[in-house]
Each structure stands twice: as C-alpha cells, then as structure tokens.
C-alpha cells in the first residue's frame, strides 16, 4: 500500500472511530437516562407500599342508636369527633401549627366570640382580619390570653392516599389540642360547673385510642403491577442498548487494531523514503 493510499485509509478509519465513539457516548446517555426512570419508578413503588392510613373511630347515630363507625382521618373528622353527638356546640379538639398559631380549614370557622374559641370572661376579645383572627386578653380565672388563628385550606384534603393533614401530624407540623375543664382543685371536670377552668392542653395523637394509624394496602396490588411492568420494559431497552453497546465497543477495537496497523505502514514507508533518499 503506497503512502497516498495508507493516508487515506487512515483518514477512513478516523472518522470510523469517532463516528463509533459518538455512538458508543450516545447508548450511555441512553442508558443513563433509563437508569434514572428504573429509580424513579422503584422509588414510586416503595412509597406506593409503604405510604401509611391514619383512621379516627368515631360515635355515629343510625336510627335510634348509636353505632361505631371507622373513618379516614381528616380535620373534619376530628372536629366532628369532638363535637355533641348531634354535630352542634363546640368542638373539644383544635389544631395548632409548629409556629403555636391554631389552623383552621375555612375563613368562616376563625371564632367571632371568645366562647368561640373556647375562652369565658368579658375580658377577652377577638379580632379578625380577613384570614386571620387574634384571640386576646384576660380570661375569667385572670390568665392572660392570646391566640392567633389563621386559615389553611390544605387541610381539608380528604385523600385516601396522600393526606396533607395527616403528613403534618406525623411530622410534627401540625399539633392536636383538647380543652380540658377542671374543677379549683386541678381535677377533670367535664360536667357543668360554673367554677370550672378550661385550657386547652397539647396531646399527643398517638397516644390516642381513637387514632389508628396503619399501612394502606389498597394500592399495593396496582403498584405492584405498575412497577413490574414499567421495569420489565426499561430493562428490555437497557438489554438491547448493551448489546449494541458491546458490539459497538468490538467494532471500535478492530478499527483502533487496524489504525494502529496502517500509522506502522506508513512509517514504514516514511523511514524507507529518508533511507533511499540518505
């Protein structure tokens, strides 16, 4: 092979080679892109089967008795739970935030009155602005009082999956309280009692018996089948970008094996062309 016809192979087999790397770059990229959709949906998968229900068993009135009935927990149920039996009066659990303001679904349930809000005593006042209310002054047992309420309509999400209301009990953003009454001498007291304190006391909702809160299995089947089909096909596509990535890659090789071969022609002709000419 002269030189001419050696440079011009050469040349042949350097845009082989590149044209191969840059599909060999292209497949990774392809592949790469399929690996993060497999995390994706392993990792939808796993929320899907680990995702939790919280449930409130309440009292509920059919006919003439009153029969139990368990509920999704939402703050309505709460509410609703700590109401009379007939849905009047007001409720004896409210929701407070992680910035100690009380939360309330709709503008139309911040109190206009401090009974209202819990509160007896002349002295205390309410304000409200828009989505806000302040709840302010000296209550009848002379205890200063002052309470921002505001609204966040989030709460009202009744989702049987995914339950903002929920998420942010777990968490912590969201605390239950109870308005406690006792009696002067500390003691729990609901009944009517004209001297009785009321103050509103965090409790904790898994310490209460009517909260339950489990694994929701519901969508498990579905997550399932969703999970393997979607996995069954990226590893197909990821099979068949291997292949032709190792066909590729033998490809690549024999170009490089025969490029190393034609540079060795070459300089073979390039030394004998010096010596004739020395």
């Given at each position: ?51 939790r229900q919280m449930k409130i068993t309440m009292q509920v009135k ?186 590729i890659e033998t490809q690549h090789k024999a170009v490089e094996t ?21």
């Amino acid at each position: 092979m002269g030189l001419a016809a050696s440079q011009g192979r050469l040349l042949l087999l350097t845009a082989r080679k590149s044209d191969l790397e840059y599909r060999a770059q292209e497949i990774s990229q392809r592949r790469l892109i399929l690996a993060t959709e497999l995390e994706t949906v392993s990792s939808k998968y796993a929320r899907a089967t680990a995702n939790r229900q919280m449930k409130i068993t309440m009292q509920v009135k059919m006919g003439e008795a009153n029969q139990t009935q368990t509920k999704n927990l939402t703050y309505k149920n709460l509410i609703e739970y700590g109401m009379n039996d007939d849905g009047t009066g007001t409720s004896i659990y409210r929701i407070k935030n992680s910035r100690g303001q009380v939360v309330v679904s709709d503008a139309s349930e911040l109190p206009k009155t401090a009974s209202d809000a819990g509160y007896q005593g002349d002295g205390v006042t309410v304000k409200v602005e828009g989505n806000k209310a302040i709840v302010s002054g000296t209550d009848k047992n002379g205890e200063d009082v002052y309470v921002e309420y505001v609204v966040d309509s989030k709460i009202s999400d009744s989702s049987e999956t995914e339950n903002y209301f929920q998420e942010g009990l777990r968490n912590g953003k969201f605390i239950i309280e109870q308005l406690t009454s006792l009696d002067p001498t500390g003691n729990q007291n609901l009944a009517e009692n004209g001297e009785a304190m009321s103050s509103w006391n965090a409790v904790g909702w898994s310490g209460m018996s009517e909260i339950q809160d489990n694994y929701y299995t519901d969508d498990d089947a579905t997550a399932q089948a969703e999970y393997q089909s979607a996995s069954a096909r990226v590893q197909a596509q990821d099979k068949k970008l291997e292949t032709d990535q190792k066909q590729i890659e033998t490809q690549h090789k024999a170009v490089e094996t025969e490029f190393e071969s034609v540079q060795k022609v070459i300089q073979s002709n390039i030394e004998n062309s010096f010596k004739m000419f020395s």
